[in-house]
């Protein structure tokens, strides 16, 4: 593997190895088109297929045969001649197209005449009082260690939450040997009627199968308390109990760790910073960006593939990464469309993987309780500002998130909100009766991943840099 | 609706929300009209230096009257803003440097001024032990220092609110005119009416003096910052370079601001701003040689505010020369955040009382009235 970029412009520039990137770099290469492929992680896969090529976890049956599918779309692209860089952070990118990235300890520009942002999916923050605790963390968090390590949890373990995603990791985590004593599950009982429209299309889809056996699994061997209505960490210094309300019932449960997961939303840092108009999609509760068919956004030239661009999984992520691409080859070497699948076949696909997401959405949608939170609980986690905080601040005058860093340095952290972007926005609309749209998201910046600043003394200087010390 | 004010003040950065709040305690009733929200461009995302040290010399009264309000500024606005005054340092990289801070500091002397003192390397090295040892001296301003810009920004307007300003938020002003002897501007749906007009505009300004047929010679221009993670505590004072583009500032939190003056490109009209990484690289590259310390450091963000810069790098500060009741306050040039108290409070009594005791002559718009713009 090299460490960095052989050219210093590209055809393409696809940014994320999972399965929206890895489908679109195959098409594009294969259409002749230079193009690079960054990804932030040391092989590919993306968080759904994370080390597919390396785990040492390699009994098919423990992480399931959608996580093995990966294996053929990375085969697919290591022949269709792709340059792909991994441990590869893209912390910049700009409307020329221009892509900074750190690889290898250095720092490197590279040029794209087009862009596709394969960025995927964050874990949307559950801020309960106590999530901060040394002992509480993301399912998403739990998953990595035991797809890259084989690592499980070991002592008393408690999930907590929401979504397919809940239901597969403790499926994996028993699989492996792990324990779970209990599963507190938050879905408002309420929600299974207004999901029951969507029933049908949803019982249709390869989902339905998966997801209701999956349960069937987990459930055999684990407590699992549904309707839970409140949930706290508690613990001096540390998680020690889980307290939750079931059925109006206050309980009590000892932990060593707490698993927190209610599903997952378009990762946006990247697009936004580059400055892609994004909305507030009111079904998943998120921003996402505005797309046109072919993952066109705002930017000229610049498109996104997969959950990055609203949630659909990972086949949805494969073929929009694939129609993404057409998109590109359309544009950029139109004599090779004829070797693709058409816009037809692709767009069926596509309807395909989204069967039953209505429902999903619905069904799962997170009660206002858990996204909103009030009093002492912890919002912001990089600069610990609370929910009464940000009250306080919008009664003298904060109207909006980026007014909020005025006066509590709220998103300013590492985590560039990432970790409570979606909470402040919520919060501070419930707030001031608005809506999330009119209260908008914090502006985000560059860099979108912190870059050291040595390795940015090292880029190369460039005859602007050089003549602007002359003048000053 | 028509609505008549005593005021009508255009920009909501730092200088027409300080104008809004002196006007205030001279008991005028202003109308404070804001395109976006207050603080959102230059006022609210700059380096927040609050410096009387190394400016040019047709601005250091205005600078010396706002530094006397800055001290006081919890008094008056109810709200610390940030601020404290840990001196600023600058900082010569040779002696050739040292010579010519040596000339500068007679100079200013024998006009006066006493706030900026030479210094040698120990005491360079006393106020900022992080400095390479290969620095020689500088110039310290000991009072001098930092406040918080978007948090400063907001608390004047705040107060000005209280004290009766009215502040319209998320409008433009526009259909800008003089009608019978008063200045009418439209926003949303209101009409507002005053015997005075304020341009505060900031990178609007020089838009707004040429619709009113002032042309001045004014770009607009978005100096680039970045800031670094917590590092543990090692500089008090700001510091800046004399012969390098830096400022450096490192918070009661750890992180430290880096600036200096390297520009990103403005797209004034979608409020936005593309950075120059290659400027950025310089800045970090400079901070490499200037402070080893901050070799392991890492960058969390960057970002640009957007501002008006004129052709000879100062204000346009004062009554217009061309209408009566037209006042400008605008073009700070990279340098206007420390002046924004002191401008606000000499802009009141040019309003109210006709003139000030301060000296602003040089900074008046009619020095480019010979010119073609």
């Keep these: 593997m090299t460490a960095a970029p052989k050219q210093e412009t590209y055809d393409v520039v696809v940014i994320g190895a999972g399965p929206a990137g890895l489908a679109a770099a195959a098409v594009t290469a294969k259409a002749g088109l230079s193009t690079l492929l960054l990804d932030e992680n040391a092989g590919p896969g993306g968080q759904v297929w994370r080390s597919v090529m390396s785990t040492p976890v390699i009994a098919p049956d423990k992480l399931g045969a959608d996580y093995w599918s990966g294996k053929a779309l990375v085969e697919e692209l290591a022949a269709s001649g792709a340059e792909i860089l991994h441990r590869a952070t893209v912390w910049s990118l700009d409307k020329a197209l221009d892509v900074g990235f750190s690889v290898g300890g250095g720092s490197a520009f590279v040029n794209a005449r087009r862009v596709i942002i394969a960025t995927g999916a964050l874990e949307r923050p559950l801020p309960i009082p106590g999530w901060t605790l040394p002992g509480v963390m993301t399912a998403g968090a739990a998953q990595t260690m035991l797809k890259s390590s084989g690592l499980v949890p070991s002592g008393q373990t408690v999930l907590a939450g929401q979504g397919p995603l809940l239901w597969l990791l403790a499926a994996q985590i028993l699989r492996l040997g792990g324990c779970i004593d209990r599963i507190l599950e938050t879905t408002d009982r309420r929600n299974w009627l207004t999901a029951l429209p969507h029933a049908l299309s949803f019982l249709a889809s390869p989902y339905a199968l998966k997801g209701l056996s999956l349960i069937r699994e987990v459930r055999g061997k684990v407590r699992v308390v549904s309707g839970v209505t409140e949930l706290a960490a508690a613990g001096d210094g540390m998680l020690q109990s889980v307290r939750y309300v079931a059925a109006g019932k206050r309980e009590t449960v000892s932990a060593d760790l707490l698993l927190l997961h209610q599903g997952v939303v378009p990762n946006v840092n990247l697009a936004m910073s580059a400055g892609v108009d994004h909305r507030w999609d009111e079904r998943q509760l998120c921003w996402s960006p505005v797309c046109d068919a072919d993952g066109g956004t705002s930017v000229a030239g610049l498109a996104i593939a997969g959950d990055g661009a609203g949630i659909g999984g990972a086949a949805a992520a494969i073929a929009s990464g694939r129609i993404a691409a057409r998109g590109v080859v359309a544009a950029l070497a139109p004599s090779r469309l004829a070797s693709l699948p058409s816009k037809d076949q692709l767009a069926a696909a596509l309807d395909r993987a989204t069967l039953g997401r209505a429902f999903l959405d619905v069904l799962y949608r997170p009660s206002k309780s858990f996204r909103v939170p009030s009093g002492d609980t912890i919002v912001c986690r990089c600069e610990e500002v609370t929910a009464q905080d940000i009250l306080q601040s919008v009664a003298i005058g904060a109207t909006g998130p980026n007014q909020l860093k005025a006066y509590r340095r709220a998103g300013m952290g590492p985590c560039q909100g990432r970790l409570c972007g979606l909470t402040v926005t919520e919060l501070m609309a419930e707030t001031r009766g608005k809506t999330p749209q009119e209260i908008g998201y914090y502006r985000l910046r560059a860099p979108v991943k912190p870059i050291a600043l040595s390795e940015l003394a090292a880029l190369p200087k460039t005859e602007e840099a050089v003549s602007a010390v002359v003048r000053g | ?373």
């Excluded at chain 2, 040596?102 to 040698?120: C, K, Q, Y």
């Excluded at chain 2, 800008?176 to 304020?198: I, K, M, N």
């Excluded at chain 2, 340098?335 to 009141?348: E, N, S």
Aim: charge should be neutral; proline fraction near 5%; hydrophobic fraction near 40%.
């Design chain 2, 1 to 373: 609706m028509t609505i008549a004010r005593d005021a009508i003040i255009v920009g909501g950065g730092i200088h027409g929300c300080s104008t809004a709040l002196h006007l205030c305690l001279r008991r005028l009733k202003p109308v404070l009209i804001v395109k976006d929200y207050a603080g959102r461009h230059a006022s609210g995302v700059n380096a927040g230096g609050v410096r009387q040290l190394a400016r040019h010399v047709a601005e250091i009264p205005l600078s010396i009257r706002s530094m006397g309000i800055w001290e006081g500024i919890r008094d008056l606005l109810d709200d610390d803003c940030g601020f404290d005054s840990h001196g600023q340092v600058l900082v010569a990289e040779s002696d050739a440097e040292l010579d010519a801070c040596r000339v500068r500091v007679a100079d200013l002397n024998e006009r006066g001024f006493t706030h900026e003192e030479l210094i040698d390397g120990p005491e360079l090295r006393r106020l900022a032990p992080a400095v390479a040892e290969t620095c020689p001296g500088g110039i310290v301003s000991r009072r001098d220092g930092a406040a918080s810009p978007a948090q400063t920004t907001t608390a004047f307007r705040r107060k000005a609110e209280a004290l009766g300003a009215t502040v319209r938020e998320g409008f433009p002003a526009t259909n800008l005119r003089r009608e019978q002897g008063l200045w009418r501007v439209d926003v949303g749906s209101d009409t507002y009416e005053a015997p005075v007009l304020v341009n505060a505009a900031g990178a609007w300004g020089g838009r707004l003096a040429a619709m009113l047929g002032e042309s001045v010679p004014v770009e607009t221009v978005a100096p680039m910052l970045m800031i670094t993670s917590r590092v543990p505590h090692f500089i008090d004072p700001v510091v800046i370079l004399r012969g390098r583009k830096l400022s450096f500032k490192q918070f009661a939190n750890g992180t430290v601001l880096i600036g200096g003056g390297y520009l990103a490109t403005p797209d004034q009209d979608r409020n936005e701003t593309i950075l120059d990484w290659g400027g950025l690289a310089q800045s970090a590259r400079t901070v490499h040689d200037v402070f080893p310390i901050m070799r392991g450091a890492t960058i969390m963000r960057a970002w640009a505010g957007i501002e008006a810069r004129t052709r000879d790098d100062l204000p346009v500060f004062g009554p217009s020369a061309v209408h009566d009741g037209l006042f400008h306050q605008f073009g700070f040039s990279l340098h206007g955040f420390q002046l924004g108290p002191g401008a606000g409070a000499v802009m009141a009594e040019l309003i109210v009382d006709g003139g000030t005791q301060t000296h602003i002559r040089d900074i008046s718009i009619r020095r480019f009235q010979s010119s073609t713009p």
